[in-house]
Nanobody, 126 residues
C-alpha cells in the first residue's frame, strides 16, 4: 500500500494551498481517509477525515479547510484557505479501514491507523 501526498509548499498568510493524497494497493472506497499534521516539537494533530460522504474536522480546520475524495481516482484532497503561520507543519494523509471519520480524530486511534503517507511540508509565512 502506498499513500503519496503532494501539494505542500510555501505560502503567505491568508493564502491557499491544495493537498492531494493518491492511494494505491488498497480498496480505496472502503477506507476512511484523513489528514493529520505535525509541527516540530509537537504531537501529530488531527486535521480532517472523510469516510463515505461523512466528513469531520478538527478545531483548527473548521471553516477554513475542506476535505473531499474522488474514489474514481483513489485520491483524497485537502483544500486549505485563509492559511495562518500556525498551520505550518508536515501534513500526512492516512487510511483507516475500521474507523468512522469522527473516530479518526481520536488520539487513541493514532496507533491503529492502517496506513500513513510520507508527508508534505506546508510553510505559511507571516
Amino acid at each position: 500500500v502506498q499513500l503519496q501526498a503532494s501539494g505542500g509548499g510555501l505560502v503567505q498568510a491568508g493564502g491557499s494551498l491544495s493537498l492531494s493524497c493518491a492511494a494505491s494497493g488498497l480498496t480505496f472506497s472502503r477506507y476512511g481517509m484523513g489528514w493529520f499534521r505535525q509541527a516540530p516539537g509537537t504531537d501529530r494533530e488531527f486535521v480532517a477525515a472523510i469516510k463515505w460522504s461523512v466528513v469531520y474536522y478538527g478545531d483548527s480546520a473548521k471553516g477554513r479547510f475542506t476535505i473531499f475524495r474522488d474514489d474514481s481516482k483513489n485520491t483524497v484532497y485537502l483544500q486549505m484557505n485563509r492559511l495562518k503561520p500556525e498551520d505550518t507543519a508536515v501534513y500526512y494523509c492516512a487510511a483507516d479501514r475500521a474507523a468512522t471519520a469522527q473516530q479518526m480524530a481520536l488520539s487513541s486511534r493514532l496507533d491503529r491507523i492502517d496506513y500513513w503517507g510520507q508527508g508534505t511540508l506546508v510553510t505559511v509565512s507571516s
